[in-house]
């Protein structure tokens, strides 16, 4: 189980941090990916942390803007965002990873909008 | 960047009939790293194959999954009225995930 938070309306240039709280699984032993959809269009991976927080992937339309992390702790995955777009807008999911360090989506959460607008 | 193109964009079929989907990459991946998903309105997606042809838990037979190299297919066999929905093939590599931009199956 996965619930993501943190969105809402943010005007361009502005910040938001996203969460997202794991449950019903090993948080720590699996890697975690963003992925996001424009409303109506389809799907684009943001970014993708490794199980132990060593490893960061970015999308090149986020690189330098966005910083994923994770708090094993917590079992809670975090996508820092900043210097935001309207092209930003999007429903972003958490999904967990098939393996520990990179393979591809198999369980999502439900998402959380973010809307970049003045 | 590999990019993944999927055809046809809509695919109109009536409950019963067969589906065929298709996803072509601009490179050849590897197998392993090639997925499709289902996604209904007001949903999440939802993983239906991996590795190209292995049906994910909970996914009935009449869905399969095939190709290799640089051409995969989605094929439904007969259509449930569950069925229809969007679907999007998927591939990771060099440390990059990219979906097609998807098929949306509809009630004819």
């Known amino acids: 189980h996965r619930v993501e938070s943190g969105g809402g309306v943010v005007q361009p240039g502005g910040s938001l941090r996203l969460s997202c709280a794991a449950s019903?699984?090993?948080?720590?032993?699996?890697?975690i990916h963003w992925v996001r959809q424009t409303p109506g269009k389809g799907l684009e991976w943001v970014s993708f942390?490794?199980?132990?927080?060593?490893?960061?992937f970015y999308a090149d339309s986020v690189q330098g803007r966005f910083t994923i992390s994770r708090d094993n702790s917590k079992n809670t995955l975090y996508l820092q965002m900043s210097g935001l777009r309207a092209e930003d807008t999007a429903v972003y999911y958490c999904?967990?990873?098939?393996?520990?360090?990179?393979?591809?989506?198999?369980?999502w959460g439900q998402g959380t909008l973010v809307t970049v607008s003045s | 960047e590999i990019v993944l193109t999927q055809s046809p964009g809509t695919l109109s079929l009536s409950p019963g009939e067969r589906a065929t989907l298709s996803c072509r990459a601009s490179?050849?991946?590897?197998?392993?790293?090639l997925t499709w998903y289902q996604q209904k309105p007001g949903q999440a997606p939802r993983l239906v194959i991996f590795?190209?042809?292995s049906r994910a838990p909970g996914i009935p037979d009449r869905f399969s999954g095939s190709g290799s190299g640089t051409d995969f297919t989605l094929t439904i066999s007969r259509l449930e009225p569950e069925d229809f929905a969007m679907y999007y093939c998927?591939?990771?590599?060099?440390?990059?995930?990219?979906f097609g931009q998807g098929t949306k199956v509809e009630i004819k």
């Open positions: 999904a967990r990873d098939f393996s520990s360090s990179g393979s591809y989506p198999d369980f």
């Open positions: 019903g699984f090993p948080f720590s032993n699996y890697g």
């Open positions: 942390i490794r199980y132990d927080g060593a490893y960061k």
């Open positions: 490179q050849s991946i590897s197998s392993s790293y």
């Open positions: 590795g190209a042809s």
């Open positions: 998927h591939q990771y590599g060099r440390s990059l995930w990219t």
